[in-house]
């Protein structure tokens, strides 16, 4: 083959490369931030009293592809649920799946998180993995919403990052191993 008709191939090889290495954002980098939601709440009981429960979710990039999540979610009379973890990036999603032994008879807990048109998604799945080891008994951590427009850039990274939650979310995501705050 001629030297100038080799030249003609080589755009042709390239497209495809070119198609093909174009990765999905990051959403580890796409979903970093604090989300937030008020909600009023009751203790039931003799007197029903109302009160503010408030639902926060913290993403902290901590890797490519890896975030720090905190989930923190208020329910009636008193009960919350409260995970936190290294998550990883699957598709366009933050999944944590937590290293201690399973909670029921149905596996571990897998929780992922996403974006879902203008809310932020919070879920454990069908089975419910997480929420029986995370959450009160009116809590659960299968199909929660928060307004994704409540997101927010985290101005207390230094305190966060301070945290017990935090440092053994990161040594358990380092050892594969649970580590208790």
């Known amino acids: 083959m001629r030297p100038e008709r080799r030249w003609l191939f080589a755009p042709a090889l390239a497209l495809p490369l070119l198609a093909g ?9 796409t979903l970093a931030g604090r989300y937030y939601k008020q909600s009023q709440l009751r203790i039931v009981g003799f007197e029903s009293k109302p009160y503010t429960g408030e639902d926060i979710v913290e ?3 901590v ?8 989930v923190h979610l208020d329910y009636d009379n008193g009960h919350m649920c409260a995970i936190t973890g290294v998550a990883r990036a ?7 799946r937590d290293p201690r032994p399973a909670f029921g008879k149905d ?8 974006r879902a048109g203008k809310s932020l998604s919070i879920d454990d ?9 995370y959450c009160g008994v009116r809590g659960t951590l299968s199909g929660v919403t928060l307004p994704y427009a409540s997101k927010r ?3 207390y990274l230094p305190r966060l990052k301070a945290s017990a939650q935090y440092r053994a979310a990161l040594a358990e995501w380092r050892t594969g191993k649970p580590v208790e705050p």
């Open 107 to 114: 596996g571990r807990c897998v929780l992922t998180i996403r």
């Open 59 to 61: 993403v902290v990039p």
């Open 153 to 155: 850039a985290i101005r």
């Open 125 to 133: 799945g069908e089975l419910t993995s997480c929420s029986p080891g």
């Open 21 to 29: 290495g174009a990765s999905a954002p990051d959403p580890a980098q």
């Open 63 to 70: 890797a490519p592809r890896a975030a720090y999540v905190r």
């Open 90 to 96: 699957e598709g366009d999603a933050l999944v944590y």
